[in-house]
């Protein structure tokens, strides 16, 4: 809790960066909302959602940015592999990995709070938004974006790892970027993917970050199934980064240094 407290305290100090990033967020939804509200027009009932969903299922997406870091980042591994520091963290008796992990929960809830609610709100008073009545629903959607920030760290914690091995990690993030933007639901709800695409789509950790947390809080996916879904896939992942992490403190490739 210390870690997590630190971290939101630090990435506080960046609120400049925060608000312009809510106020992207929210322009970038309403043209979203517009675009949805046009197809779900044409195509009433498209993917089991009605147009107030689809609004809805928009302005969560956009929330989820900033939590998620859907666009990637938010880890400074990379950076401390570039310039050395990383032999220091390895040899530390805490681990890199649940350290990590700690601060970026505490930079997931400042965004969460200074980056998630403005589009939210703006997206409610222009287009309406569906509330859930049931408290379950909110417990459940509330475990499942603590999941989602959980997968999300995990996967990006596995790229930042790969500047271990490789001299520039770009090209890595890039691929990570297309993955996470085209499979995540962040572009479209994964329910319009049609056949075998949208099957493996909703299989892949990426569907974990939005699609399922959206549909935990509209109320359009069974709970302890969405929930066990994201639980393996962070367990995997995170059990993954621990053999990763393990590997890396055997060799470690530091540019410069």
Partial sequence: MRIAGYGFRRHSA???????GAFTNTVFGILRAYVLIALWEARPGLAGYDVLDAVTFCFLSQAFIGPMQVFGGGLELSERVRNGDVALDLVRPASLQLWSLADDLGRAAY??????????????????????ADPVTWLSFAAGFLLAVI?????????????????????VQSLSLVLTLFFSGMILPLNLFPGWLGTLASVLPWSAMVQVPADLYLGKRDVLGALGFQAAWAVALMALGALVTAAARRKVVIQGG
């Avoid at 960046?14 to 608000?19: E, L």
Wanted: net charge positive.
């Fill in 14 to 20: 960046y609120r400049a960066a925060a608000v312009a």
């Fill in 111 to 132: 965004l969460l709070l200074l980056r998630s609610l403005p589009p939210t709100i703006v997206g409610a008073a222009l287009f309406g938004f569906v509330v859930p």
């Fill in 151 to 171: 997968v999300s760290f995990a996967l990006r914690y596995l790229i930042a790892l790969s500047s271990c091995w490789v001299l520039d990690d770009r090209g």
